[in-house]
C-alpha cells in the first residue's frame, strides 16, 4: 500500500464513521459553518478549560471531504491548549494551498487531506471545519469581553459562510 491509497484510506474511513460526531449541550461556544459551492454544512459545537480545547463534536451534512476533514480535525484538536490549535490551523492552510509545503509530523492523520490541493475547487470542502471552528472561538472571546448586556446579544450563534 502506498501513502496515496494509505491517506485515500485515512479519508474513506472518517467519513464512513466519523469521530466526535453530535452535539454538546450545554457548549462554551458554537458556529455553523457553510460552504455554498459544495452544499457543505457543517455545526461545531464546543467546551473550554480555561485555554484548552476540552472537548468539541460537529454534525452536518457534507462532501466525503468535509466530513472527514471535521472528523480528523476534532481528533487532532481535542485537549490541545489554543495556541497549538492556532498552529494546527496554519499548517493545515499551508498543506492544501501551498504545493512546496513540507509538513511538520505534527500534522499526523491530517496529512491526509494534503491531496486536497491538487483538486482547487475541494479546498473549501477541507478547510471548513477549520473556519468554522475559528468562528467558533472568536465568538467565545467576543462573548468573554463583552460586559454582561452585550454578552446576551454575542450568545447567538456565529454563523460563517465560506463565500
Ligand atoms: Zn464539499
Not at 75 to 93: I, N, Q, T
Not at 139 to 151: G, L, N, Y
Request: aromatic share 4%.
Amino acid at each position: 500500500m502506498d501513502l496515496k491509497d494509505l491517506y485515500r484510506e485515512v479519508i474513506l474511513d472518517h467519513n464512513r464513521s466519523p469521530r466526535n460526531f453530535g452535539r454538546l449541550d450545554p457548549a462554551d461556544a458554537a458556529a455553523t459553518g457553510h460552504n455554498p459551492l459544495c452544499g457543505d454544512r457543517l455545526h461545531l459545537s464546543l467546551r473550554l478549560d480555561g485555554d484548552r480545547i476540552r472537548e468539541l463534536a460537529f454534525d452536518g451534512q457534507g462532501c466525503a471531504i468535509s466530513v472527514a476533514s471535521a472528523s480528523l480535525m476534532t481528533e487532532a484538536v481535542k485537549g490541545r491548549p489554543r495556541a497549538e490549535v492556532e498552529a494546527l490551523y496554519h499548517d493545515m492552510h499551508r498543506l492544501l494551498t501551498e504545493t512546496d509545503f513540507q509538513p511538520p509530523r505534527e500534522l499526523g492523520k491530517l496529512m491526509a487531506l494534503g491531496g486536497v490541493r491538487e483538486f482547487p475547487a475541494r479546498v473549501k470542502c477541507a478547510s471548513l471545519c477549520w473556519h468554522t471552528l475559528e468562528a467558533a472561538l472568536r465568538q467565545h472571546d467576543a462573548a468573554q469581553a463583552a460586559d454582561a448586556s452585550a454578552r446576551a446579544a454575542a450568545a447567538s450563534e456565529a454563523i460563517i459562510s465560506t463565500e
